[in-house]
């Protein structure tokens, strides 16, 4: 029997366009890094404070932290502003948070990228009646905190 050679074809190289995929890796690289938060903020709360639960893990470190315990006492960066009236704003909060914001405006003076000083921390007893947290969410605008994130106590 006589066997038939045949040639083998050299195989052509195949051109493959990589550019679609580069835009969408691109596009998830600068969304990964614009979520990115590196914040190693650490909060000392105050006595009888019992914090509601989360899943998320995200803080703000350079804005002010606003307590409120079980008894209604008012706490800004761990120092007691007073107990919340019955009804009605709390002046001596409103008062102090100004002070903060001024504070906090006037050390980003000439700062290339200045901290935006409209966001507060706000940390409640998870039993906590929702009129208090309204009032104080409230109080906080009115000073000029008009971003509110709420601390929880996670399962991590």
Not at 38 to 56: C, F, G, I, V, Y
Not at 66 to 82: H, M, R, S, T, Y
């Amino acid at each position: 029997m006589k066997k038939k050679f045949t040639r083998k074809r050299e195989r052509e190289a195949v051109d493959v366009d990589i550019t679609s995929l580069l835009d969408i890796l691109t596009i998830l690289l600068v969304f990964l890094l614009m979520s990115y938060n590196a914040s190693d903020l650490q909060l000392d709360l105050t006595k009888n404070l019992d914090l509601a639960d989360s899943n998320a893990q995200e803080l703000t470190k350079f804005a002010p932290v606003l307590q409120v315990n079980k008894e209604a006492i008012v706490f800004l960066d761990n120092k007691p502003i007073g107990r919340l009236p019955a009804s009605g704003p709390m002046p001596e909060l409103t008062a102090a948070l100004k002070s903060r914001k001024a504070e906090t405006e006037q050390k980003n003076i000439g700062k290339l990228h200045p901290y935006k000083a409209e966001l507060i921390n706000l940390i409640f007893d998870k039993e906590m009646d929702y009129g208090i947290v309204q009032r104080v969410m409230n109080d906080s605008a009115i000073a000029g905190y008009s971003q509110f994130k709420f601390i929880v106590k996670g399962n991590y």
